[in-house]
């Protein structure tokens, strides 16, 4: 960051321009910043929900664009994840005062011998940003843990996340695991990770691959606005 | 292509990451290998006198991008294919999630079993009873070409504290070591320390490598009545 970007006072900025300039923070990962940003808002008056998708989901939205692109790389976006992370510490208690409103409820975790969750941990925070209620089972998940806190949560869908080859091929067991149980269309699957691919997804009967984070956001809205709509329907 | 067998001396490990090797253009099979594994496979090929076997390698930094290690291989295989009578990848699954399997499969050419090259190092049985999911793993190569593969492109560099981010979940760093060079276990004890993860030196020789290639390099001969 240059100098002259270095004299920026938030609080001089209109809101517009604040906006914008969070926007450049989160790219650049400022996390004091846009915590400074997000409690600058609070304090005009803006609505938790409006900060968190105005400014920090649509910040992030570029992040992960230029992300698919290959013009951010995975340090930029984690950094960018934890300026993002600062701001919702804020907002979440916030959110849960207003009754901001809630999409869906997702479970969400990496699989049983797998310790990898930065993919996972991004997901969780875009969907929270997407209005979703994130439950974070973390990393090394047997299917019991996703079964049991789906069914405990009454949730409307169960992530799944690998990095390992060698530890994919769990996610077909939860899933058949769900078949044996009569539940699997209590729920909708996704699963997401470096080395899977849609086929593979279609194989072992997820509901969708989701190749990253924005695309899960968008497939699981999808998802549970036709879920939704089945409901109305039936 | 060029023309004279390379000598493994001469190639320097930051080629192998960028460029990898070209094939010298002798012998009647190829091996289509990672260049993180061409020096223990040049070794190899002079210890038990495979001169009827010609290496070429990838770019050993394809590593850190699985997902272009299945394109990369089939151009080379089909880049080679007139060239040659057998053709044989010295890759494992690395990452590429079976994608490299159904791929050599269709091309009707055989890969190394298991899924990365620290299984077969130490054999795929034995790594996989250890089940060690906690450990990050280094082998030669990856100790000498530590910064190039893990530091630099996480960004540890420029932005350290990015480290517990990555390696939080990690207990141990586990030098697989093909050689045995005290400098370089001490550079790999250095990296371990960076990253901030307990040591553990575990010597296992080219493993798998050696029996796979072995096994190849004497069906080919037979098949082709060498």
Redesign the interface.
């Known amino acids: 960051m240059s100098d002259e970007e270095d004299d920026i006072i938030l609080s001089e900025l209109d809101d517009d321009e604040l906006v914008q300039q969070m926007f450049d923070d989160l790219y650049d990962?400022l996390k004091e910043e846009i915590e400074e940003g997000v409690n600058i808002l609070l304090e005009r008056g803006w609505q938790p929900y409006d900060i968190l998708t105005k400014a920090l989901v649509g910040g992030m939205t570029i992040v992960g664009k230029d992300f698919r692109d290959g013009i951010l790389?995975?340090?930029?976006v984690?950094?960018a994840a934890?300026a993002m992370k600062g701001g919702m510490a804020i907002l979440k208690p916030l959110l849960a005062e207003t009754g901001a409103p809630t999409i869906g409820k997702m479970v969400i975790g990496t699989v049983k011998?797998?310790?990898?969750?930065?993919g996972k941990n991004l997901v969780g925070m875009m969907m929270e940003g997407a209005g979703f209620e994130v439950v974070d089972l973390g990393?090394?998940n047997p299917v019991e843990n996703y079964l049991e806190t789906a069914a405990a949560e009454k949730a409307d869908i169960v992530g799944m996340s690998a990095l390992?080859?060698?530890t994919?091929p769990y996610m077909k067991v939860v899933i058949d695991t769900m078949v044996e149980q009569g539940i699997r269309d209590d729920y909708i699957v996704l699963v997401g990770g470096?080395?899977?691919?849609e086929e593979?997804g279609k194989a072992i009967g997820a509901d969708a691959y989701c190749r990253d984070a924005a695309v899960a956001v968008e497939t699981a809205k999808d998802f549970v606005l036709r879920k939704h709509n089945r409901r109305a329907a039936g | 292509m060029t023309t004279a067998t390379p000598d493994p001396q001469a190639v320097t490990d930051e080629d192998l990451t960028r460029d990898g090797l070209p094939a010298a253009g002798r012998g009647r099979i190829l091996l289509i290998a990672c260049g993180a594994l061409a020096r223990e496979i040049l070794d190899l090929k002079a210890a038990n006198g495979w001169h009827h076997i010609d290496l070429a390698c990838l770019p050993a930094i394809l590593h850190n991008h699985p997902d272009r290690i299945t394109d990369a291989v089939r151009a080379a295989v089909a880049e080679h294919r007139a060239d040659y009578s057998e053709i044989f990848v010295v890759y494992a699954d690395c990452g590429t999630g079976g994608g490299l399997e159904a791929a050599c499969r269709e091309m009707g050419v055989e890969m190394v079993a298991g899924p990365h090259c620290y299984a077969f190092f130490e054999g795929v049985q034995d790594f996989a009873a250890r089940d060690e999911i906690t450990a990050f793993y280094l082998t030669d190569f990856l100790v000498r070409q530590f910064d190039a593969f893990v530091w630099k492109p996480l960004g540890l560099d420029r932005h350290p504290q990015l480290r517990d981010m990555y390696f939080g979940h990690y207990e141990k760093l586990v030098y697989q070591a093909q050689t045995d060079d005290p400098a370089l276990v001490e550079k790999a004890r250095a990296h371990a320390a960076r990253l901030g993860l307990a040591f553990e030196w575990r010597f296992t020789g080219y493993g798998d490598l050696a029996t796979t290639l072995a096994d190849w390099a004497g069906r080919a001969n037979a098949r082709q009545g060498g």
């Open positions: 990962g790389f995975v340090p930029e984690l950094l934890n011998g797998d310790i990898h969750d930065i990393i090394n390992l080859t060698t994919m470096a080395p899977l691919n593979f």
